[in-house]
């Protein structure tokens, strides 16, 4: 009788999880289908890239600039692809001069530009003006960060401190922010609370081991 | 231990994405936000820091309906991987119903790997829970770097390392493209469901 219940609440549940995520399309396959870059030379330029994204260290964006300076003869001849590579090479130096402390957009910008590369260096069919469009809107991009970089480096330490902490944000729903219900907003003000007084104690009672080792 | 509410036979079902840094745990609930956010119509909710690391933690709640007549709210959490903001992931833990130990398939990582489990089964205990007992599952993620020719470990090294003891289910997973994320949050949403059976039958 019990092992009955337990299978009827298990095939429930089963039935309700397959209705709310089917996951058909969710394939490796799927999103990597079409990109193979076997023989091409932004093979290893690519594997930097998503290694970049998972981590970022001295050795990956040492090998990432030492990348692009190695691809700069290979488009010599064509300037488009050449300033892609260009904007490629002071991101890179500037996220592994600042690693965890660069600005967010610094490495957003760096996907999209290499993204963006791939795109037009592997589209022989686009048509030249298409391509333009492309990479004048990474070099706006650009500016804008160069702007922001210089903002931040302006601020005074206080300022830039308060300034550490990226908002609150909601994920995937492009420029919309939606609100959270007041039962959730509550939920998670009590539980982001709790979280900074565990962690004031904890280093507090870190401070108070080392002023008694002293 | 889940909260059941009898009178307004309401259960709230807490699971945490545990696992080493930069292994993927806020990008496996990005995924599930971005796929499904239009049958689970929710919010997600991620505090991080200028290097978009987790900072606290990450929050993703979602309603899945009725079950054996109770309305069955499912919470959904990441903690920060960093080994410095332990007393972060003691605190998320508490309450926890279910976890999803988000591995690092990466060579390099494997160590990190070992660390981040043994800490789970130290801040388990400290809530006087027993990884060998609660509902648990393994994702083995960044599957699809070895298109990109970076070693991996292998199922079975990662099975040896990390499930050789536990036994519990586990994935080959990329939380990147989505490759079982769905099944990884299906099954531990299951097998959780399945443990707190005396409370809702």
């Given amino acids: 009788m019990a092992l009955s219940r337990h299978d009827n609440l298990a095939e429930e549940v089963e039935t309700r999880l397959d209705e709310l995520f089917d996951d058909n399309d969710g394939s490796l396959e799927g999103v990597e289908a079409g990109r193979s870059l076997e023989d091409s030379p932004l093979r290893e330029l690519r594997a930097i890239v998503l290694s970049i994204d998972w981590e970022i260290t001295d050795e990956a964006m040492t090998r990432f600039i030492d990348q692009v300076d190695r691809l700069r003869p290979s488009y010599q001849e064509d300037r488009l692809l050449l300033a892609f590579l260009q904007l490629l090479r002071p991101l890179g130096k500037y996220i592994k001069a600042n690693k965890g402390r660069c600005l967010p957009e610094a490495i957003q910008l760096l996907n999209s530009v290499y993204t963006n590369f791939e795109k037009v260096a592997s589209a022989d069919a686009m048509p030249r003006e298409q391509k333009k469009k492309i990479l004048m809107a990474e070099v706006v991009r650009f500016k804008e960060l160069k702007e922001q970089i210089a903002a931040h480096h302006g601020r005074k330490t206080p300022q830039g401190a308060a300034n550490a902490l990226s908002p609150p944000r909601t994920i995937g729903a492009g420029a919309q922010t939606v609100a959270l219900s007041r039962a959730d907003l509550a939920f998670l003000v009590s539980e982001v609370t709790q979280v900074i007084r565990a962690e004031f104690d904890a280093l507090r009672s870190e401070l108070n081991t080392l002023c008694g080792a002293r | ?201």
């Fill in chain 2, 1 to 201: 231990m889940a909260f059941v509410n009898l009178k307004k036979k309401e259960v709230q079902v807490k699971v945490v994405y545990y696992g080493p840094g930069r292994g993927g745990k806020t990008t496996n609930l990005e995924y599930i936000y971005s796929k499904f956010n239009h049958r689970i119509k929710t919010e997600m909710v991620a505090i991080k820091t200028h290097g978009d690391r987790t900072l606290f933690f990450d929050f993703l709640p979602f309603d899945i309906g009725k079950i054996k007549g109770y309305d069955v709210k499912i919470q959904l959490y990441t903690v920060p991987g960093q080994v410095k903001y332990n007393a972060t992931r003691q605190l998320v833990l508490r309450g926890v119903d279910g976890v999803v130990f988000v591995a690092d398939a990466m060579v390099v990582r494997k160590d990190k790997n070992i660390v981040a489990l043994k800490n789970l089964q130290d801040n388990l205990a400290a809530h006087k829970k027993n990884i060998f007992t609660i509902p648990m599952v393994f994702q083995y993620n960044k599957m699809d770097l070895a298109a990109q020719g970076i070693p991996l470990l292998s199922y079975d090294a990662l099975e040896r390392s990390l499930n050789a003891q536990l036994k519990v289910p586990s994935f080959e997973a990329s939380a990147l493209t989505g490759k079982n994320v769905a099944q990884t949050l299906k099954k531990i949403v299951s097998l959780t469901i399945a443990s707190l059976q005396k409370e809702l039958v």
